[in-house]
């Protein structure tokens, strides 16, 4: 069973840096797509960034481009987001997630799996 654990949330002034962590167990994580979706308060799930089974290749939602990377440690079997400049709207849930198929998608239902999430809440 393939399991994701994110960790690394937390409160963060604007304009300040957090970087999240998604450890995967239970699957072969060098051949699957990983994404970072978030849940903003009263919103849908929305696509934040995604890396292919390669690495090469990275995804942005246009809010978060510039701001934020998405990066992969096949030998750790860790995906991270690297977060900057964080804005108070970045506020919201952020779920690791992963595909079966090596290739990034921008849908959430096209991914496999999918962490509980860990919570970034950003003051100004």
């Known amino acids: 069973q393939v399991q994701l654990v994110e960790s690394g949330g937390g409160g963060v002034q604007a304009g300040g840096s957090l970087r999240l962590s998604c450890a995967v167990s239970g699957g072969p994580l060098s051949t699957y797509a990983m994404g970072w979706f978030r849940q903003r308060p009263g919103k849908e799930r929305e696509f934040v960034a995604a890396?292919?089974?390669?690495?090469?290749?990275?995804d942005y939602a246009d809010p978060v481009k510039g701001r934020f990377a998405i990066s992969r440690d096949n030998a750790k079997n860790t995906v991270y987001l690297r977060m900057n400049s964080l804005k108070p709207e970045d506020t919201a849930i952020y779920y690791c997630?992963?595909?079966?198929?090596?290739?990034?998608?921008?849908?959430?239902?096209?991914?496999?799996?999918w962490g509980q999430g860990t919570q970034v809440t950003v003051s100004s």
């Open positions: 890396v292919p089974w390669s690495g090469v290749g990275t």
């Open positions: 997630t992963a595909r079966r198929q090596g290739w990034s998608a921008r849908r959430s239902l096209d991914y496999d799996y």
